[in-house]
């Protein structure tokens, strides 16, 4: 039975499988079919790229751009962010050189501690220094005090710092200035949640400004935004008579700052204040209009240069301070002697005198300068002084001369 079985299958016919697809009928089914073979008989195209023309006519297109659009640019995709992040120090300075020339030169940067002289950091830090900047550093209600830590606090660049962080809460303030919407008071002495929310924020840009190019020229576009709009609200108010820039609707959509380079009302004036923006209408700091040329002329660039070199001068005359402070204190009063000190950038007063005994032998340490005082027992007296944790090129190490005072 089994044998029977087993002979009988191999007596079947192979199966063959008749299987068809269904045909579809559906209008649905039929255009997209339609639209596939349409598709599919069009010639293949790709998409045309920025990136691929060469470098520099890629940079000649992007500069035409504002800043903000540049930054959106960026972030297409990786190749783009890549080309911009590696040009950005180019396309930053092309593009504010022809639409912000003017603006550029009122709000330049503060510099990084990072770019400063070490040997000057302990002087910039100083405490009794920093008091002498309070007040320019006073805690402002629309400012954020600059952190002495990561920006150099010389004059010129705190300056900078209260400029640029007024620039973007000007920007920030403009919906309601053009609503007449006012402006939320803070009673003196306080200091709410939301205003210590917004100083951050506006430090935050100032600070991504103060790292990226980009950064810096979104910060002068905004505020050229926001000098076209006050003066348009300036405008229209009858009742101000006072003087302002002419400007014009196509000088307004240009997006450059040409027109502030004509003559118009000064512009130094500092909104200590958020009530000064009701009547802010150009905030330009750093330059002043010569009538005799007929032109604005502009704070360098090299101010601070300048300015560290007074910062230098102080530390050195803060130093000398302290030395005859501490003879002072030493109570010597055997022969009268005025030190005089070739580094020293001034001349000494009159009362600048030091008495000393005969073989006596004094050193002095103070945090930037080491003073050795040696007296003969012919009554010679030999100054020896070097810097310590103080060094710069305008004050070379070296001895001192002394003379007898008669």
Known sequence: MRKDQEHGDEDLEPLVDTTEALKLHSKRTERAQKKQSLK???????????????????????????????????????????????????????????????????????VLMTDVDPAIHAALQHEERQELLAIHKKPYQHVQPPDAARICTCLTCVLRWSALCIAVDFAHWQDDLDNGEPIPMIPRGQQPVWNEARLSVNADKVW????????????????????VRSIRRHAVNRGNQRRRFAMNSAEAASGTDAFLELNGPPTLDFPFHRDAYYMLEAYLPNRSWNGDVGCWMYVPAEQHDADLQFVILWAQKRADR?????????????????????????????????????????????EHLEILMLVSSGGNVKVASRETGFQSSSFESGTSTTETVT
């Open 40 to 110: 599919a008989r069009k010639p293949s195209r790709k998409q045309a790229n920025i990136l691929q023309l060469p470098v520099e006519l890629a940079l000649q297109i992007v500069v035409l751009l504002r800043p903000s659009d540049v930054l959106s640019l960026a972030q297409v995709d990786r190749e783009h962010h890549y080309f911009i992040d590696s040009e950005e120090p180019r396309i930053a300075y092309a593009i504010s050189s022809w639409r912000y020339d003017c603006l550029r030169r009122c709000f330049r940067l503060p």
């Open 208 to 227: 991504r400004a103060l790292r990226r190019p980009l950064w810096h020229a979104r910060v002068l576009e905004a505020h050229l935004a926001s000098t």
């Open 322 to 366: 302290e030395a005859r402070e501490t003879l002072e204190r030493a109570g010597v009063k055997a022969g009268a002697w005025r030190i005089r000190d070739p580094r020293s950038p001034y001349d000494a007063p009159d009362n600048d005198l030091v008495t000393l005994h005969k073989g006596f032998q004094c050193l002095i340490r103070l």
